[in-house]
């Protein structure tokens, strides 16, 4: 059973701090990995995506991926109030059969 | 770019009646849409699999007759609920691949959902 496994939160930081969010995968084949937010009630949204170990910046987000440790991060610097979502991690399964497969998600909650 | 639109954004049927979604990629083509429900606070679950001009492929323990998919076009997929009864009542997204990025490496653009209450 390949797996993609979050901490389900929620991870409670302050307005302006840098938020951390972890998942880990066991298919030590799976080589694109993805972020989504998900408001309350909304479809999920494309963040960022990633392929290659090391880290990709885009804006305050910043994604990491670390393929020896099957392990991908996702931080938020200067968090904002409107960061407070759900954070859906997935990557792709090795094999034919490509399906993405979804961790349960990380909640993640920013106080003014 | 890469939009997906999905209509309607809520529906509220009777039980027994037939709710057709829509799906529309808008500014991609795409060979392969997934369906997925979302019960409150749990996580997506997906339904089937729609590849354009074949059949869908449904995972475990979804009835195929019950959701019916079809994928007419590399634009268009449409998820019908049959007969639909209460615990029915769920949130239903759809998302698309576009075509032009390889199968393993492309993320899924999602449609806006569709809030379905049956009563």
């Known amino acids: 059973q390949k797996e993609v496994e979050q901490n389900s939160g929620p991870l409670s930081v302050p307005e302006g701090a840098i938020a951390s969010l972890n998942c880990t995968y066991s298919d030590r084949g799976s080589q694109s990995f993805f972020w989504y937010r998900q408001y309350s009630g909304k479809s999920p949204e494309l963040i960022m995506s990633?392929?290659s170990n090391g880290d990709k910046e885009d804006g305050r987000f910043t994604a990491q991926l670390n393929k020896a440790s099957q392990y991908v991060s996702l931080l938020i610097r200067d968090s904002q109030p409107s960061d407070s979502a759900t954070y859906l991690c997935?990557?792709?399964?090795?094999?034919?059969?490509?399906?993405?497969?979804w961790g349960l998600g990380t909640s993640l909650a920013v106080n003014p | 770019g890469a939009v997906v639109s999905q209509h309607p954004s809520r529906v509220i049927c009777k039980s027994g009646t037939s709710v057709k979604i829509e799906c529309r990629s808008l500014?991609?083509?795409?060979?392969?849409m997934f369906w997925y429900r979302q019960f409150p606070k749990k996580s997506l679950m997906l339904m089937a699999t729609?590849?354009?001009?074949?059949?869908?492929?449904?995972e475990q323990g979804v009835e195929k007759d019950k959701f019916l998919i079809n994928h007419a076009s590399l634009t268009l997929s449409t998820l019908t609920v049959t007969s639909a009864h209460p615990e029915d009542s769920s949130f239903y997204i759809c998302?698309?691949?576009?075509?032009?990025?390889?199968?393993?490496?492309?993320?899924?653009?999602f449609g806006n959902g569709t809030r379905l209450t049956v009563t």
């Open positions: 500014d991609f083509q795409a060979t392969t």
């Open positions: 729609s590849n354009e001009g074949s059949k869908a492929t449904y």
């Open positions: 998302s698309a691949r576009d075509k032009g990025q390889g199968a393993g490496n492309s993320p899924l653009h």
């Open positions: 997935a990557g792709y399964n090795a094999g034919n059969n490509r399906k993405l497969i």
């Open positions: 990633i392929y």
